[in-house]
């Protein structure tokens, strides 16, 4: 278990630090950094006090240290003592509003800045505006009591991408700002990217460990290759390469008694819609007239296990850890709505516990089987993507058998279902871990550089 600390400012101006005896027990330092910023002062062990270091005012201006009660982490590296670790969040979308800084997903980030006391790190939101090249200093957004305030602060040990939508991932300046911090400044930078569905799918073919939670899934490549699966499967499910929130999805059924294909999807007005056409061709000129299909995957049709003969399928979150190892953080089943494709909440879909849905040894024996899957999709993923990932969202399904199957895995997971007041506590637990994750690679960025930048 690391140590916490608090971090005292004396009113003086003296280049000194006192600090725990132990910490700098048998030890030479003689430099104080606080995320990109340093300076060279005296240390000395403070006789009385082994939970807090102290700086005088003069440190805490010349390395911009936000003056707070947050407890934080120590880490010693060639004779620099590094308190921290600073995180900074990354995102777009900010507005002119003190209130509300960064709109509707305000809530969001001022909940994920809550844990910082408990994590150990002090945490804060920016965007591309808010940096200042020359100074190497940030223009922060700070939570406290309960309040918004910007604060300058040196650029941060660790990145977390907190960006809002593929849109802005792909914006130029966006994609420049993390290239300059992670290749000029050696900043890890984790969670960066939305998932492309098939792209994932092809990595993990790669690895036998967990083929056998994948469908089969194709890009759309012509009628005759859906008229195969659907004969091989009964149905198929149509979606976008890069679509998010359930849009999109398209369930295509064959009925072999009367040879009719069924279409069942969610119109522009948010209804849902099952249509039937005599034919494969007519269904896709009158549900896919004005859609792209080289953006489309095909994707074997899986029999789900039924509530109330509506599908069920679950989504299971998954994090590293302060050790950065990866830990089951939330599981939840989603039942879709009448007569929806998805089992989104938009869709008229349930969120329940997996206790609420099963009797209490199914239960146990399907959070099993769920979280193994999880787990071993997330191993298999962090080893096959470039970059640092931290956190991902994955939907799976129970087949009628028993069987575990993954259908999307998510960079950057939706939080709708710790609407669910028995999922509160994995609410608070992702977003600990989230930050947590950033102690880890700070330690990993001082103590193994080599092995973080290679």
Same mark, same amino acid.
């Given at each position: 278990?690391?140590?916490?600390?608090?971090?005292?400012?004396?009113?003086?101006?003296?280049?000194?630090?006192?600090?725990?005896?132990?910490?700098?027990?048998?030890?030479?330092?003689?430099?104080?950094?606080?995320?990109?910023?340093?300076?060279?002062?005296?240390?000395?062990?403070?006789?009385?006090?082994?939970?807090?270091?102290?700086?005088?005012?003069?440190?805490?201006?010349?390395?911009?240290?936000?003056?707070?009660?947050?407890?934080?982490?120590?880490?010693?590296?060639?004779?620099?003592?590094?308190?921290?670790?600073?995180?900074?969040?990354?995102?777009?979308?900010?507005?002119?509003?003190?209130?509300?800084?960064?709109?509707?997903?305000?809530?969001?980030?001022?909940?994920?800045?809550?844990?910082?006391?408990?994590?150990?790190?002090?945490?804060?939101?920016?965007?591309?505006?808010?940096?200042?090249?020359?100074?190497?200093?940030?223009?922060?957004?700070?939570?406290?009591?309960?309040?918004?305030?910007?604060?300058?602060?040196?650029?941060?040990?660790?990145?977390?991408?907190?960006?809002?939508?593929?849109?802005?991932?792909?914006?130029?300046?966006?994609?420049?700002?993390?290239?300059?911090?992670?290749?000029?400044?050696?900043?890890?930078?984790?969670?960066?990217?939305?998932?492309? &569905?098939?792209?994932?799918? #092809? =990595? $993990?073919? +790669?690895?036998?460990?967990? !083929?056998?939670? *994948?469908?089969?899934?194709?890009?759309?490549?012509?009628?005759?290759?859906?008229?195969?699966?659907?004969?091989?499967?009964?149905?198929?499910?149509?979606?976008?390469?890069?679509?998010?929130?359930?849009?999109?999805?398209?369930?295509?059924?064959?009925?072999?008694?009367?040879?009719?294909?069924?279409?069942?999807?969610?119109?522009?007005?948010?209804?849902?819609?099952?249509? &039937?056409?005599?034919?494969? #061709? =007519? $269904?896709? +000129?009158?549900?896919?007239? !004005?859609?792209? *299909?080289?953006?489309?995957?095909?994707?074997?049709?899986?029999?789900?296990?039924?509530?109330?003969?509506?599908?069920?399928?679950?989504?299971?979150?998954?994090?590293?850890?302060?050790?950065?190892?990866?830990?089951?953080?939330?599981?939840?089943?989603?039942?879709?709505?009448?007569?929806?494709?998805?089992?989104?909440?938009?869709?008229?879909?349930?969120?329940?516990?997996?206790?609420?849905?099963?009797?209490?040894?199914?239960?146990?024996?399907?959070?099993?089987?769920?979280?193994?899957?999880?787990?071993?999709?997330?191993?298999?993923?962090?080893?096959?993507?470039?970059?640092?990932?931290?956190?991902?969202?994955?939907?799976?399904?129970?087949?009628?058998?028993?069987?575990?199957?993954?259908?999307?895995?998510?960079?950057?997971?939706?939080?709708?279902?710790?609407?669910?007041?028995?999922?509160?506590?994995?609410?608070?637990?992702?977003?600990?871990?989230?930050?947590?994750?950033?102690?880890?690679?700070?330690?990993?960025?001082?103590?193994?550089?080599?092995?973080?930048?290679?």
């Amino acid at each position: 278990m690391r140590k916490h600390y608090l971090i005292e400012v004396a009113q003086n101006d003296q280049l000194i630090v006192f600090c725990p005896p132990k910490l700098l027990q048998g030890k030479k330092i003689k430099r104080i950094a606080f995320g990109s910023k340093s300076m060279e002062v005296e240390f000395y062990p403070h006789p009385d006090k082994d939970d807090r270091i102290v700086i005088s005012r003069k440190i805490q201006e010349t390395i911009q240290y936000p003056y707070s009660r947050v407890p934080l982490h120590a880490f010693l590296e060639d004779e620099v003592l590094y308190i921290g670790p600073l995180v900074g969040i990354f995102t777009a979308g900010f507005t002119s509003y003190p209130e509300q800084p960064i709109g509707e997903r305000t809530l969001f980030f001022a909940k994920l800045l809550s844990v910082n006391r408990s994590v150990g790190a002090h945490a804060f939101v920016f965007g591309e505006q808010h940096i200042n090249w020359e100074q190497g200093t940030i223009e922060g957004y700070f939570f406290h009591d309960n309040a918004w305030q910007t604060v300058e602060v040196p650029f941060p040990n660790v990145v977390y991408d907190r960006l809002p939508n593929r849109k802005s991932e792909e914006n130029p300046k966006l994609i420049k700002v993390r290239n300059r911090l992670q290749k000029e400044y050696l900043i890890p930078w984790y969670n960066p990217g939305f998932f492309n &569905k098939l792209d994932i799918y #092809e =990595r $993990l073919l +790669q690895d036998s460990s967990v !083929t056998a939670y *994948l469908p089969e899934t194709y890009p759309f490549t012509s009628f005759s290759s859906i008229e195969n699966m659907l004969s091989k499967f009964g149905h198929v499910v149509i979606k976008p390469k890069n679509g998010s929130l359930g849009h999109g999805v398209h369930q295509i059924i064959f009925d072999k008694h009367t040879n009719d294909y069924y279409c069942r999807y969610q119109d522009e007005t948010g209804t849902n819609r099952l249509r &039937k056409y005599s034919s494969l #061709e =007519r $269904l896709f +000129q009158s549900v896919f007239a !004005t859609q792209s *299909l080289d953006r489309m995957i095909v994707q074997q049709g899986i029999h789900l296990l039924r509530i109330e003969q509506r599908p069920v399928d679950f989504r299971v979150h998954t994090n590293k850890d302060e050790h950065g190892e990866w830990q089951i953080t939330a599981i939840a089943g989603k039942i879709a709505g009448q007569g929806s494709v998805t089992t989104h909440a938009r869709s008229g879909g349930e969120i329940k516990t997996v206790g609420e849905i099963f009797p209490n040894e199914e239960a146990k024996n399907f959070s099993e089987k769920l979280s193994k899957a999880a787990l071993l999709l997330s191993k298999a993923l962090d080893h096959t993507i470039e970059g640092i990932i931290g956190e991902i969202g994955f939907d799976l399904g129970i087949d009628r058998n028993g069987d575990v199957w993954l259908f999307e895995a998510n960079s950057k997971p939706g939080r709708s279902i710790f609407s669910h007041p028995e999922l509160k506590e994995f609410d608070l637990l992702t977003r600990k871990l989230s930050i947590a994750f950033a102690v880890f690679l700070t330690e990993q960025s001082l103590l193994h550089p080599e092995e973080m930048f290679k």
